[in-house]
């Protein structure tokens, strides 16, 4: 028997249609909720390069602190196979890529040349499908994993344009996943924790906007990464500049402070009273903005936006009008 780690690449034909509509979504998916009882009275195996490694260590010790789901232990990706069963699940970092081809819409002829290429990287918890274990060819692929939770991530370009490396990488992300530290992982596992014990699917898909919550920020400060401010070029994946600071926050009326990845992390894990940040997350052309309460994990705004490439100064009035209500 054989584990794969694959990214799926299907064909998806579009029309050309010069309308984008903008959608309010979340950055947390559940499904397959079926799955959910079961994998509660099984092992989950959070599956990284190796666990071993001192850079993993700090979010292994998250894992077990925070994650009361389900009994944990950490596995390396060459030994999922020792560890298939119909009652087990796996945290493992997941892609899929979408290839997208234009067609011209009055004559169906495909234009030469404007295709593209969507890939989309996010923590996934799974389980095993039923046929697998019947099925005489035992060969794990991405058709036999139930997805039961997704989390997305926002990975900066070079790991964008070849996904596959994230895998060379320590279970930190080598620097490379943006949205991502112990504390932070921390708040996931909080929130994912709630939808799971809900018992319902979610979808990715879904508005969160929660008007009480939010009038906090009225006298409390919003942290917000400083990565957010990477100004992405669409047209080379040029990552080396910053957006204006002043032109994106110009119309937040509330106080807000840039702050380090590492900053925030340490204020994360430290802190004795809740206080909220914003999460950026550009996966792929998709663009998620979400407010986490650094206690709880809660998460009290997401919206989303198709076709995006940057946070937007209308982002931040978009916000603060929420809260202003």
């Given at each position: 028997?054989?584990?794969?780690?694959?990214?799926?690449?299907?064909?998806v034909?579009v029309?050309?249609i010069?309308?984008?509509?903008?959608?309010?979504?979340?950055?947390?998916?559940?499904?397959?909720?079926?799955?959910?009882?079961k994998i509660?009275n099984?092992?989950?195996?959070i599956?990284?390069?190796?666990?071993?490694?001192?850079?993993?260590?700090?979010?292994i010790?998250?894992?077990k602190k925070?994650?009361?789901?389900s009994?944990?232990?950490?596995?390396?990706?060459?030994e999922?196979e020792?560890?298939?069963?119909?009652?087990?699940?796996?945290?493992?970092?997941?892609?899929?890529?979408?290839?997208?081809q234009?067609?011209?819409?009055?004559?169906?002829v495909?234009?030469?040349?404007?295709?593209?290429?969507?890939?989309?990287?996010?923590?996934?918890?799974?389980?095993?499908?039923?046929?697998?274990?019947?099925?005489k060819?035992?060969?794990?692929?991405?058709?036999?994993q139930?997805?039961?939770?997704?989390?997305?991530?926002?990975?900066?370009?070079e790991?964008?344009?070849?996904?596959?490396?994230?895998?060379?990488?320590?279970?930190?992300?080598?620097?490379?996943?943006?949205n991502?530290?112990?504390?932070?992982?921390?708040?996931?596992?909080q929130?994912?924790?709630?939808?799971?014990?809900?018992?319902k699917?979610?979808?990715?898909?879904k508005r969160?906007?929660?008007?009480?919550?939010?009038?906090?920020?009225?006298?409390?400060?919003?942290?917000?990464?400083?990565?957010?401010?990477?100004?992405?070029?669409?047209?080379?994946?040029?990552?080396?500049?910053?957006?204006?600071e002043?032109?994106?926050?110009?119309d937040?009326?509330?106080?807000?402070?840039i702050?380090?990845?590492?900053d925030?992390?340490?204020?994360i894990?430290?802190?004795?009273e809740?206080?909220?940040?914003?999460?950026?997350?550009?996966?792929s052309?998709d663009?998620?903005?979400?407010?986490?309460?650094?206690a709880t994990g809660?998460?009290?705004?997401?919206?989303?936006?198709?076709?995006?490439?940057?946070?937007?100064?209308?982002d931040l009035e978009?916000?603060?009008?929420k809260i202003?209500?």
């Amino acid at each position: 028997m054989k584990f794969k780690v694959r990214f799926l690449k299907p064909f998806v034909t579009v029309f050309l249609i010069a309308f984008f509509a903008a959608q309010s979504f979340a950055q947390f998916a559940i499904s397959n909720a079926e799955e959910i009882a079961k994998i509660k009275n099984g092992t989950t195996y959070i599956v990284m390069k190796d666990p071993a490694s001192p850079a993993a260590q700090p979010y292994i010790d998250i894992y077990k602190k925070y994650w009361t789901f389900s009994k944990i232990e950490f596995i390396k990706y060459s030994e999922i196979e020792k560890y298939l069963s119909p009652e087990n699940s796996f945290f493992t970092i997941g892609s899929y890529a979408t290839t997208v081809q234009y067609i011209n819409i009055k004559n169906g002829v495909s234009r030469d040349g404007i295709s593209y290429t969507n890939t989309h990287l996010y923590l996934a918890l799974w389980s095993c499908d039923k046929k697998f274990f019947k099925s005489k060819k035992k060969e794990l692929t991405n058709k036999h994993q139930n997805e039961i939770a997704r989390i997305e991530l926002f990975t900066d370009f070079e790991t964008l344009n070849q996904p596959e490396k994230i895998y060379d990488s320590d279970y930190d992300g080598g620097g490379h996943i943006r949205n991502w530290s112990p504390g932070i992982l921390k708040n996931y596992i909080q929130q994912l924790m709630v939808l799971l014990k809900n018992g319902k699917e979610n979808s990715l898909y879904k508005r969160t906007i929660e008007p009480a919550k939010l009038k906090a920020l009225k006298k409390q400060i919003l942290y917000v990464p400083d990565y957010t401010l990477i100004k992405f070029s669409p047209f080379n994946g040029d990552e080396s500049k910053k957006l204006e600071e002043k032109e994106i926050f110009e119309d937040y009326k509330y106080a807000y402070s840039i702050i380090s990845m590492q900053d925030l992390n340490d204020k994360i894990l430290n802190a004795t009273e809740p206080f909220y940040y914003l999460i950026y997350v550009k996966s792929s052309t998709d663009k998620y903005l979400t407010v986490m309460n650094a206690a709880t994990g809660e998460v009290i705004y997401t919206v989303y936006s198709a076709m995006s490439y940057n946070i937007k100064s209308n982002d931040l009035e978009d916000l603060s009008d929420k809260i202003e209500k």
